[in-house]
Each structure stands twice: as structure tokens, then as C-alpha cells.
């Protein structure tokens, strides 16, 4: 088995969760690839008797792994699929940070968690993925153009509320006059969408939900459309610039720029073990059935 895995931080207190996860990992003869910069960085945090295999990029990685390790928290699995992309790896999320409706795996759980993949004991979900394009062309999303969890545009050097016009399917909609609008996927529907009130969607559903952020105009409500809808977007302000953000990387468009969102012709793969799922998830992450009466 060949695995890669990835990074952002050392978090407090992780350093025997990393030497826990890979020699484990070595037990079973695993073949491990690690991304530079995080090897760089827990190696200056503890002891690192073997020496690993490294990568740097979406460049250096193929089809051949049988599985990504993310180590962090949902945002640290967001920067998982800009190395991964369509390169169709699962990812399996190890949970090192706070609320993580992604990384699902807690610190403890390494070892059952390494002997269920190995066993095969897991179910790989696909999820959809946002695709962007800009008229004019915006070099800074042009390589990494697509989002797991949302697409937002958003206010910039202001505090005046922007107008976002919509189409849907050349169809118009409606305009926005908000802080901003959100389109998630319904992996992103628990995320910022969710804090803006809009619908917990589940993972299997083929649907987009578009989320105004504070609202002026107060009838504006979240909705959900077909995922094979194609969203066009033109915002309009007192500024030059507005922003828009893929996730967690954010770039600055032009106001009355074309802003094109699609379903991306890939999706992202996670990885289920056996004895997990999305709504034991839920629950847990929102206390659904707690009673916090005493």
C-alpha cells in the first residue's frame, strides 16, 4: 500500500499522534510519502528515527497511491484536495483540530483506524467539487479553479453592502444586496453556509445552495438548485474590487467582472470506515438528541 501525508501545522501536543500514525503505518509495510514542508516542520518538533519519502506537489503525486492522510482539521483537508485534485486519491482525514465534519478520525482512534484500511473496511465517498471561471480571466484562481466546501463573493475595503446579480441557467434570479453570497456544494453546507443559516444538506444529494450573507433585502432566503445548474454572478459596489474566495484561498476580481460557477468535471474522494457516517457525524458535531436541560 502506498500512502501520502499532509500537513499544515504542528498542533499542540501531536508530536506522539504523528510517531503513533506512522509507525503504525510502518508495522503494516506501508509505503509513505510525506509533503516537505510538514516533514520539515515536525521534524523540528520531535524525533524522527526513520527517513521518509517526500513530495512538494500536485506534480510529484499519481494515481498509484491508495490513499491521503490529512493531519489537522477540516481546513487542513481543504488544502488536501488542492494537492490531490483529480488525481482521484482517497482522503482520510485525522482530526488534530476543533469541529471537523471532514477529518473524522480522532487521535486515539489511529490504530483501530489504520487496521480498518488495511482490513478494507471502508467505504470511499464521492464528493462534488465548484468549478470557477472569471471574464475577464483572473490569474490567480486560473491553476487552482475549483472549491470543496464553497465559492463566497464578498465586500472589500468597505463597509457598504455589494450587489450580487444572479443567473441561473441564463435564467435571472434575483439581486443580492448583502455582504455577499455563498454557493456550497453539500460538503460545504455545514460550513459557512451553515453559520449564515443556510440547509444541512447531505453528502449524496446532487444539489448546489446558494446562501446571501446578511441580507438587506430580508426575503432573500437560502436556496437549493440541481448541481448540474450553471451559476453566473456580477457584482456591483462602490468599490473597484470585491473578493472572492475557493474555500479557504481568497484573490480580488474586479467589480462587474463574470464570475461562472459549474459542477467540476471531478470529484473528491473521502474515506468512510466502517461504523462511521455522515448523520453519527452530525449528530455528534451538533449535539443533535443532547439534552442540556440540567
Not at 463597509?159 to 460545504?188: C, F, Q, R
Not at 459542477?263 to 439534552?291: C, M, N
Request: charged content about 25%.
Amino acid at each position: 500500500m502506498k500512502i501520502g501525508i499532509y500537513g499544515q501545522f504542528y498542533h499542540k501536543n501531536s508530536g506522539e499522534y504523528i510517531t503513533y500514525l506512522l509507525h503504525n503505518l510502518q508495522q503494516y509495510g506501508v509505503d509513505i510519502y510525506i509533503e516537505k514542508k510538514y516533514y520539515e516542520i515536525f521534524s523540528e518538533k520531535i524525533e524522527v528515527k526513520e527517513t521518509y519519502k517526500t513530495f512538494e506537489s500536485y506534480a510529484d503525486l499519481d494515481e498509484s497511491f491508495d490513499l491521503f492522510f490529512s493531519i489537522g482539521g477540516d481546513g487542513t483537508i481543504l488544502r488536501t484536495i488542492t494537492l490531490v485534485q483529480d488525481l482521484n486519491i482517497p482522503i482520510i482525514g485525522i482530526n488534530t483540530g476543533r469541529l471537523g465534519f471532514l477529518a473524522t478520525i480522532q487521535k486515539e482512534e489511529i490504530q483501530e483506524a489504520i487496521a480498518k484500511i488495511v482490513r478494507k473496511e471502508y467505504t470511499v465517498i464521492e464528493r462534488s467539487v465548484l468549478a470557477v471561471e472569471t471574464s475577464p480571466t483572473n490569474e490567480d484562481i486560473l491553476e487552482m479553479n475549483f472549491a470543496l466546501n464553497e465559492v463566497t463573493v464578498a465586500r472589500k475595503d468597505t463597509t457598504s453592502m455589494i450587489t450580487v446579480k444572479t443567473h441561473l441557467n441564463d435564467e435571472y434570479l434575483t439581486s443580492y444586496w448583502a455582504d455577499g453570497l455563498i454557493v456550497a456544494t453539500p460538503t460545504g453546507s455545514t460550513g459557512y453556509s451553515l453559520s449564515c443559516g443556510g440547509p444541512v444538506i447531505t453528502p449524496n444529494n446532487n444539489n448546489f445552495v446558494l446562501t446571501p450573507i446578511a441580507p438587506h433585502n430580508l426575503n432573500a432566503r437560502p436556496l437549493v438548485i440541481p448541481d448540474h445548474t450553471t451559476i453566473r454572478l456580477e457584482v456591483s459596489g462602490r468599490e473597484d474590487k470585491h473578493l472572492i474566495s475557493l474555500d479557504s484561498r481568497i484573490a480580488t476580481v474586479n467589480i462587474n467582472s463574470m464570475i461562472t460557477i459549474k459542477k467540476a468535471p471531478f470529484t473528491v474522494k473521502l474515506v468512510e470506515l466502517k461504523g462511521q457516517s455522515f448523520l453519527k457525524t452530525l449528530r455528534k458535531k451538533l449535539l443533535w438528541g443532547e439534552d442540556k436541560r440540567n
